[in-house]
């Protein structure tokens, strides 16, 4: 490794000669985005591939046990199915945080990538079996019933699975929140310690790949439906939540309700339409686990013990705000996957709801989850959430939002 340093603060100023063109009808035209390491004079982006995974690539480096010039071999990494491509893509406007050839990198960029340019996919897909216990439960109270394609009768599901890196074009997204490019790039390379400085010394660099999880899609039934206005959709926009879509802890609804909208998603697909969930790593309303854990304790041992009408507030005591998911980026993976309209929308959050719906995008029933699979220590979020504005068909008065339901810290 040679021990010279460039820095990206003291910028060459000789420009990539790969321009992009975000928003072009074609990917030729629009361009190979290029975050080479190894080569500044094709870099076209600000960042590195692999979200928050590159600091264990310079973990790998570092001990050796990776070239730092290795480029990837995409030798039979196609996608499993072909998505796209859709108008929507060749709007600048519609597609701000991901790219929507991301998947199509080998094909469209054959040219480049032969040339030697390291142009490298920002999305994946392929193919899946999953199995859920909520599954073969919905099974045995004949409410799913397998039909040897879709569903197996030991509770399988063939699912067709796109995994995503978020890939950010900071006018689009600085006009998303209507604030001023320049502001938002100094946001930016400020919150993150300086670790980007090129967000601040090359404003002629427009797209940036930040240091965050993406999102992972699961599809049931025919994907290549998708994009036809005739497509029936089901859809569960979910945002991860570890301790209870992996561990089944009982504070929140977020397992039960994503257990639900994959039923949803089956029977779509089985009525021939395609199911939808979309995993946004956005761990704990994007605040992250240690703030959330420690908003627990505080509503746990709050005077007055856990209860709905202090739940927002113990989140704003801890992280000075009750969210941080911002669903303005939301609509762009529909946008992605040609979705006009969702016809079963298995979601009560007003902010999801409201920002599909600003995009433009149709949902004709909300879904919202069965009051029996509401776990007891869950009554608190559930309810707190409902007198907050969330979809449901009854509103907890303030009387009963002062009853405290969750459980103590030490029960
Ligand atoms: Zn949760």
Redesign the pocket.
């Known amino acids: 490794m040679s021990a010279h340093i460039v820095l990206t603060s003291h910028p060459r100023r000789d420009a990539s000669s790969l321009d992009i063109r975000w928003g072009a009808p074609t990917a030729k035209e629009r361009g190979p985005l290029v975050a080479s390491l190894t080569n500044p004079a094709h870099r076209n982006v600000i960042g590195s591939h692999s979200g928050s995974y590159a600091v264990y690539r310079a973990l790998a480096v570092a001990s050796g046990a990776l070239r730092r010039d290795h480029r990837p071999d995409l030798t039979n990494t196609a996608p499993a199915v072909n998505i796209g491509p859709f108008p929507q893509w060749s709007d600048p406007d519609l597609i701000v945080s991901l790219d929507p050839w991301g998947h199509m990198v080998a094909t469209e960029f054959a040219e480049p990538l032969a040339a030697g340019v390291d142009v490298r996919p920002t999305i994946a897909v392929t193919r899946a079996h999953i199995n859920m216990p909520e599954l073969k439960d919905a099974i045995a109270a004949g409410r799913l019933k397998p039909d040897g394609e879709i569903l197996m009768a030991n509770g399988d599901v063939r699912v067709t699975k796109a995994a995503i890196e978020p890939v950010w074009y900071l006018p689009g997204i600085a006009k998303r929140f209507g604030v001023k490019e320049s502001a938002l790039r100094r946001c930016l390379f400020e919150q993150t310690a300086g670790m980007f400085p090129e967000l601040v010394t090359r404003p002629d660099l427009k797209v940036f790949l930040p240091p965050i999880g993406g999102m992972t899609l699961y599809m049931f039934g025919d994907v290549t439906r998708l994009g036809r206005p005739q497509t029936r959709i089901a859809c569960r926009l979910h945002d991860e939540?570890n301790?209870?879509?992996v561990f089944g802890?009982d504070?929140?609804?977020?397992r039960p309700y994503l257990a639900h909208g994959i039923e949803v998603c089956i029977e779509m697909a089985q009525q021939g339409g395609v199911g939808l969930v979309v995993y946004n790593r956005k761990e704990g309303r994007a605040l992250g686990e240690v703030t959330k854990f420690l908003v627990y304790n505080a509503r746990k041992r709050q005077e007055g013990g856990d209860r709905a009408e202090t739940y927002f507030l113990r989140t704003e005591c801890v992280a000075g705000v009750q969210d941080m998911r911002f669903q303005e980026l939301t609509p762009d993976v529909f946008h992605w996957l040609g979705i006009t309209r969702i016809d079963r929308w298995a979601s009560m959050s007003n902010m999801k709801h409201g920002a599909l719906t600003a995009a433009g995008i149709e949902v004709v029933e909300r879904v919202p989850i069965p009051e029996e699979l509401i776990p007891a220590d869950a009554r608190v979020e559930i309810d707190a959430k409902k007198a907050a504005g969330y979809f449901s068909t009854y509103t907890p008065d303030p009387s009963e939002l002062a009853v405290p339901k969750g459980r103590g810290l030490d029960e």
Do not use: K, L, P
């Open positions: 939540c301790g209870s879509d802890s504070i929140c609804t977020c």
